[in-house]
């Protein structure tokens, strides 16, 4: 006879719980993503194993299409070299 206590009843409320909270997370994640001018499909690397850790540094130093977009937008508006005025660090 199994004498191990039965916690199954324990997984309904965690599922609750859980599942809106990650959801709420994953769903933040994409909204970055997206404001940083990256597809939000690109969420899914985060369930990569290793890939996670390469996409992590590969958003991180890379420069984003909004920025490239910014830059762009800047040059067709002031030139060549926008003012310093703007906030960019050299």
Same mark, same amino acid.
């Given at each position: 006879? +199994?004498?191990? !206590? +039965?916690?199954?009843?324990? @997984?309904?409320?965690?599922? @609750?719980?859980?599942? !809106?909270?990650?959801?709420a997370?994953?769903? $933040? %994640?994409?909204?970055?993503?997206?404001? $940083?001018? %990256?597809?939000?499909?690109? #969420?899914?690397w985060?369930? /990569?194993? /290793?890939g996670?850790?390469?996409? @992590?540094?590969?958003? $991180?130093?890379?420069?984003?299409?909004?920025? #490239?977009? @910014?830059?762009?937008?800047?040059?067709? #508006?002031?030139?060549?070299?926008?003012? !310093?005025?703007?906030?960019?660090? $050299?």
């Amino acid at each position: 006879m +199994d004498q191990r !206590p +039965d916690f199954s009843w324990v @997984l309904i409320p965690m599922l @609750l719980i859980n599942v !809106p909270l990650m959801a709420a997370t994953i769903w $933040a %994640y994409v909204r970055i993503i997206q404001k $940083a001018g %990256y597809s939000g499909w690109n #969420v899914l690397w985060a369930f /990569v194993p /290793v890939g996670n850790i390469i996409m @992590l540094f590969v958003f $991180a130093f890379s420069e984003w299409p909004v920025n #490239v977009r @910014l830059r762009e937008l800047e040059t067709q #508006v002031f030139g060549q070299t926008p003012p !310093p005025s703007l906030g960019r660090r $050299a």
